[in-house]
């Protein structure tokens, strides 16, 4: 069954791309496919490296710490979702790449926890464009302000 998701994902992916006016602004081997592993067991980990996927996502810190003390750290690991600055120095130890970094406090608490332990910690900044109070996100105004800081 995961491997008739996966095939069926791959093709979704596959179509997007095909419709895009300009083809070589993305192709294929410039999208990264992530497998969200959130509520399942570790061992769906040792599923998806056997389907050949590397890339891992887990939206708690907590359930990928339980995940790779199950099973050792397999792939590339991404930290997606929001990330409370109080578990910087867990997620900096165990993800790869921290998605969605939506302050300057908490980039400098990644920085700090990064430089402790001698590691360059992958990030993505999360910007809120829109304004949108519901949504969290660095606004352009702040953005602009963090740039020459990066």
Same mark, same amino acid.
């Given at each position: 069954?995961?491997?008739?998701?996966? *095939?069926?994902?791959?093709? $979704?992916?596959?179509?997007? &791309?095909?419709?895009?006016?300009?083809?070589? &602004?993305?192709?294929?081997?410039?999208?990264?496919?992530? =497998?969200?592993?959130?509520?399942?067991?570790?061992?769906? +980990?040792?599923?998806?490296?056997? %389907?050949?996927?590397?890339?891992?996502?887990?939206?708690?810190?907590?359930? =990928?710490?339980?995940? $790779? #003390?199950?099973?050792?750290?397999?792939?590339?690991?991404? %930290?997606?979702?929001? !990330?409370?600055?109080?578990?910087?120095?867990?997620?900096?130890? !165990?993800?790869? %790449?921290?998605? /969605?970094?939506? /302050?300057?406090? %908490?980039?400098?608490?990644?920085? *700090? #926890?990064?430089?402790? +332990?001698?590691?360059?910690?992958? +990030? @993505? @900044?999360? !910007?809120?464009?829109?304004?949108?109070?519901? *949504? /969290?996100? !660095?606004? *352009?105004?702040?953005?602009?302000?963090? &740039?020459?800081?990066?």
């Amino acid at each position: 069954m995961l491997a008739d998701n996966l *095939k069926q994902v791959q093709e $979704q992916i596959a179509t997007a &791309l095909d419709k895009r006016k300009n083809k070589d &602004l993305l192709t294929g081997d410039k999208v990264t496919l992530v =497998a969200v592993t959130k509520n399942h067991p570790p061992e769906i +980990i040792t599923d998806i490296e056997a %389907l050949g996927i590397a890339n891992v996502g887990e939206n708690r810190v907590q359930e =990928a710490k339980h995940k $790779q #003390e199950a099973l050792g750290k397999h792939g590339y690991w991404h %930290l997606i979702g929001h !990330l409370q600055t109080n578990k910087a120095r867990q997620a900096v130890a !165990l993800f790869d %790449l921290i998605e /969605s970094v939506d /302050s300057e406090h %908490l980039l400098a608490a990644i920085d *700090k #926890e990064a430089e402790r +332990i001698g590691k360059v910690q992958d +990030i @993505l @900044l999360q !910007l809120n464009i829109a304004h949108e109070e519901q *949504k /969290s996100g !660095l606004d *352009k105004e702040d953005y602009l302000a963090l &740039l020459p800081k990066l």
